[in-house]
């Protein structure tokens, strides 16, 4: 696994199981589900080459990860 290449899928996948770790720590909040909203919608510009537009939503997921209080 150390040196398997980072690959679009395998970038996402990991923040995917980042929110599923999240929300075992603390809880369902409403962050954390527009979160994976926006990561979907990113993932999906990535894919069809829209680099700017995936960029920009998942700025908007760090805003919004910046609201959960981290204790």
């Not at 075992?24 to 962050?31: A, D, L, M, T, V």
């Not at 979907?40 to 510009?45: F, I, V």
């Not at 537009?53 to 998942?58: N, P, R, V």
């Not at 908007?60 to 910046?66: F, G, I, M, P, Y």
């Amino acid at each position: 696994m150390a040196n398997t290449p980072w690959t679009l899928e395998l970038a996402f996948d990991g923040l995917r199981v980042g929110f599923d770790i999240a929300v075992r720590e603390k809880g369902e909040r409403r962050e954390f589900a527009e979160s994976r909203r926006l990561v979907e919608e990113a993932y999906d510009a990535y894919k069809s080459g829209d680099v700017r537009s995936g960029f920009m939503k998942l700025e908007e997921v760090q805003k919004l990860l910046r609201k959960v209080p981290s204790q």
